[in-house]
């Protein structure tokens, strides 16, 4: 059995930056370990599986693995997923318009697609949860994950703690940027903190990030899941999705509409540059859109 992919660069409309994701276009007659094994071959933090859609109102239902687990939503497959099927004109049988409605495990994601005559330019996703907050983890934790000093991880506007707005990252303020470009991280105490969430060590993906102090609302970050075999991750959607909520939360306006950008993957080579608008009404995040742009690098075929 043959199944076509394509592989896209997210977040980024450079090749060999941004974040590879790889997109299975028509995932019928793959078993879920045919899958797993298609996540481990490529080693991308993700893949995507589109398949029929269980309600035909809908585009397609996207199931995404990385190489250790299926996760249910994440940020940069949405985008890219989105991407590549805009530029196929159709998705089993039915035309592509800007508009696409992803099924999920985490529930319905909706995508828009920004074009330039027939050129898809940019896509768009709607977190698919509402913001929540979990457990909160010392500084000495944060710091023992990615080898800095304590004193670099910063409390001064939030503790270190969990947030989701479909899938939960630990998220923490450092000091400054050497601090963020000095981060390494140490597999063994990101075991001995994932002994600390009650979901177990998939749960526990480090997001650190640092503001500028003269542009609050752009931020550089980094991303680290060393426990599902990501080292470092050069974009995440998601986490940078719930990040935004999760500061926008806690400004005291009660409304606001607020465009954050943020930068990944420069440790790395592999920018990336992910725009998130955060809506908050009557002091309640209402709505948390994630857009970025895409380049295709490769398609072909892959003997299951």
């Known amino acids: ?133 979990g457990r909160s983890f010392t500084e000495a934790t944060i710091a023992r994950c990615i080898a800095i000093d304590e004193a670099r ?37 990101f075991e001995e903190a994932a002994g600390e969430t009650p979901e177990g060590h998939h749960d526990f993906s480090l997001f650190v990030y640092v503001r500028k102090p003269e542009a609050p609302w752009t931020i550089r970050a980094r991303m680290f899941a060393p426990l599902d075999n990501v080292t470092e991750d050069p974009a995440t959607g998601s986490a940078s999705a719930a990040l935004s909520a999760y500061l926008v939360s806690l400004e005291p306006e009660p409304d606001m509409l607020i465009t954050l950008t943020i930068e990944q993957g420069v440790e790395m080579g592999r920018r990336s540059v992910i725009s998130v608008e955060v809506v908050k009404t009557g002091g309640v995040v209402t709505d948390v859109t994630v857009a970025g742009e895409c380049v295709e690098v490769m398609r072909g075929e892959i003997e299951v």
């Open 1 to 133: 059995m043959r199944t076509a992919f394509t592989t896209v660069d997210v977040f980024t409309s450079t090749r060999f930056e941004g974040n590879p994701l790889a997109v299975m276009t028509d995932a019928r007659g793959l078993s879920d370990e045919a899958m797993h094994k298609i996540a481990v071959e490529f080693n991308y933090s993700e893949v995507t599986f589109v398949l029929p859609p269980e309600d035909p109102e809908n585009t397609a239902r996207v199931r995404i693995f990385t190489p250790t687990a299926e996760v249910p939503f994440a940020g940069h497959p949405n985008v890219g997923t989105a991407y590549v099927l805009g530029t196929l004109g159709e998705v089993f049988g039915k035309p592509v318009g800007d508009i696409m409605r992803f099924e999920e495990k985490a529930g319905l994601v909706t995508v828009g697609l920004k074009r330039e005559g027939d050129r898809v330019i940019s896509t768009a996703i709607r977190a698919p949860g509402p913001l929540v907050t």
């Open 153 to 189: 991880v910063s409390r001064r506007i939030h503790p270190p703690l969990t947030v989701s707005v479909g899938l939960g990252f630990a998220v923490a303020e450092l000091t400054d940027l050497d601090a963020l470009a000095a981060a390494r991280p140490i597999r063994a105490h």
